[in-house]
């Protein structure tokens, strides 16, 4: 089920969006497009919350989704940085250079940045299960809450479909990998049911070399995910009504270090049971109005082993959200309420909790040639101060092929619990009473060009982070968190795309940045593990081989050095990725793909951490192969 997106933000969405018919139509067929936020709304998605704001959506092919991964996937849109740190480690999400605390993470709308402060693994979140991904870069509190400094990635799941479904994917892979889904989706009367079942699993026993130039097998790598997901669309009085339930199971592995003091884990693990439930509530009203309710839960359930012994950990999020639009001639308002309820019962945190309320005024002013965007935020903490946050886009139709976009905004990040109660099982932890959010201003400025058969844009951005929150130890063995350093984040992205014939797309993006300290005993320097640049290229097919459709597709990205401290000694080498797949309608239903990943076979890792505790190593996979078959009813 879809919502009707609001009549001035749709029309600002029109205005700028630099994607022809040619390339949309294409995206369903092509193993992963990225492309410029459309105005399509799906359910579950929040692009329509930041229309000006330069973004993309990624999809994926309903045939593909048993070949590829969600984190796979991501790493198509060049401005994502997802680095490979080796199978059951969770890699850290950052959006224009942004730490992963500073990049919100959301599944419809659903905010998935842990309390404690740890990675979201979106390992848990199953490709099967995610119809797109939006990606919102730039600092956007206003729109989103805390954590939306660098930018915000959305996973939307797929909703019922209009006719009854039935499929099941089966796929088999290198490194121990495999995934078994089942998709249901049914219309019983008014009412539009789905359900999808989804096993996967991987040994992911990389191997890598030492340092003094042996090579060994990564083990205690591995991962089991269960997945179900449930939702529910529906008519309540005019109330377009949706449910949805998602429950995941997952077990990992948790390879350790080697080295002098370094400690082999073969044995340790961490299960995970993470329960998401939703409501939502959608009416138009008179006079060009509309009001939406909101309400959601998340809950996960964490259960370490390891050496130090056993840990459990249970965290609860809820949130209520109350919104309303009324459109006046050429001016839209979405004035709307939030509240936002955090706890924590940690063996090792202890139990703590907090709560937010917030307003939200957004205004969208079209003024033909220009569609301008206004947000204001007030945040009220149950634990900080009070806070403001602003947002202002605006898109100018410059010529008939022409625009230029521009935002400024401001965003902040509230100290994790983790930050505020540590444990202290090897040093003395001091808590600071005084440590504040981060906060960060960022603007951004380019022009996007459409034609008939192809397309391209560039921007530039540049992002400012203050008061970032760093470990001190100002006793010995004691430690605590203080605001000290400040950053720059800045760079020009750039994508274009052309379909030079009726079966031929070609894409691309890339940025190039920088990323430094501007304060602190590092000033000067560039943050350890940026890549400087991110270039993706994609070529995509679709003849027709023995009267059967067919998909082929090569892509290729270089990912760029990057030091590996911040004390900049040492870098990474670049890496050279080369990717080719093939999807074929075998007819009757049934469709088949393989595809083979890094083709040149290169395992320069992406990230190296060598500590005096020892030498942990991240290992990539070098080059791996994967076939996948689905079966329609």
């Avoid at 444990?423 to 459409?450: C, H, M, Q």
Wanted: aromatic share 10%.
């Amino acid at each position: 089920m879809s919502h009707r997106l609001p009549a001035a933000l749709f029309t600002c969405l029109l205005l700028f969006h630099p994607a022809s018919p040619v390339l949309l139509s294409a995206a369903s067929d092509i193993l992963i497009v990225v492309t410029p936020t459309s105005g399509e709304a799906l359910q579950g998605s929040v692009s329509g919350k930041a229309p000006t704001s330069f973004s993309d959506i990624i999809t994926t092919g309903r045939e593909s989704t048993g070949l590829i991964d969600t984190e796979e996937t991501l790493r198509h849109a060049s401005s994502v940085d997802l680095s490979d740190y080796g199978g059951a480690t969770p890699s850290p999400l950052s959006v224009r250079g942004s730490n992963f605390q500073q990049t919100l993470v959301m599944i419809d709308g659903i905010p998935l940045n842990q309390v404690t402060g740890d990675i979201v693994d979106l390992s848990q979140y199953v490709m099967p299960d995610i119809e797109q991904i939006e990606v919102i870069r730039g600092s956007n509190s206003a729109s989103f809450g805390k954590a939306a400094m660098g930018g915000v990635v959305n996973l939307v799941t797929a909703g019922p479909s209009l006719s009854d479904e039935y499929d099941l994917t089966a796929s088999q892979g290198t490194y121990g990998y495999g995934l078994y889904h089942g998709h249901v989706s049914i219309t019983a009367g008014e009412v539009g049911i789905l359900a999808n079942l989804t096993h996967s699993f991987a040994d992911n026993d990389f191997r890598y070399q030492r340092d003094d130039g042996t090579t060994a097998r990564r083990d205690n790598n591995g991962y089991v995910n269960t997945t179900g997901l449930f939702k529910a669309a529906f008519d309540v009085q005019g109330w377009k009504t949706s449910l949805m339930g998602n429950r995941i199971n997952q077990e990992n592995g948790s390879p350790g270090g080697e080295g002098s003091a370094g400690v082999i884990t073969p044995d340790d693990a961490v299960s995970t049971v993470q329960d998401t439930y939703l409501v939502e509530a959608f009416r138009d009203l008179a006079d060009n109005a509309s009001m939406k309710l909101r309400t959601w839960m998340l809950v996960n359930r964490t259960h370490t082993e390891s050496v130090f012994g056993d840990g459990r950990q249970k965290l609860v999020d809820k949130a209520l959200v109350l919104a309303y639009t009324r459109t006046m001639g050429a001016i839209e308002l979405s004035p709307s309420l939030e509240y936002l309820h955090e706890r924590m019962d940690s063996d090792e945190y202890g139990t703590h909790e907090r709560g937010t309320g917030s307003g939200v005024l957004s205004a969208g002013i079209d003024v033909s040639p220009v569609c301008l965007e206004l947000s204001g935020r007030f945040d009220n903490s149950s634990e900080f101060d009070d806070r403001w946050s602003y947002h202002a886009g605006a898109a100018w139709k410059l010529l008939e092929q022409v625009q230029i976009k521009a935002n400024v905004g401001t965003g902040y990040r509230e100290p994790t619990m983790g930050q505020l109660y540590a444990p202290s099982t090897w040093y003395t932890f001091i808590r600071n009473p005084e440590l504040e959010p981060e906060k960060s201003l960022s603007y951004d400025i380019g022009p996007v060009i459409a034609l008939n058969a192809v397309g391209a844009g560039v921007n530039y951005f540049r992002t400012t982070y203050r008061d970032l929150i760093k470990m001190d130890f100002p006793e010995p063995e004691a430690f605590t968190y203080i605001n000290v350093d400040k950053v720059l984040a800045q760079g020009i992205e750039a994508h274009a795309w052309a379909a030079p014939a009726e079966k031929v797309m070609l894409s691309a993006n890339y940025i190039l940045s920088r990323y430094t300290y501007e304060s602190g005993p590092y000033e000067g320097n560039e943050l350890g593990q940026k890549p400087s640049q991110v270039l993706n290229l994609q070529a995509d097919f679709y003849p027709e081989i023995l009267d059967r459709a067919a998909t082929l597709t090569v892509s290729y990205q270089l990912r760029g050095r990057s030091y590996q401290d911040e004390a900049n000694t040492a870098r990474t080498d670049s890496r050279y990725l080369l990717n080719a797949a093939v999807l074929y309608d075998l007819g009757l239903n049934v469709n088949v793909s393989f595809k083979v990943d890094n083709l040149f076979d290169d395992q320069t890792p992406e990230y190296v951490s060598k500590t005096q505790w020892g030498t942990f190593y991240y290992p990539v996979a070098g080059r791996t192969y994967r076939f996948a078959a689905k079966m329609s009813f």
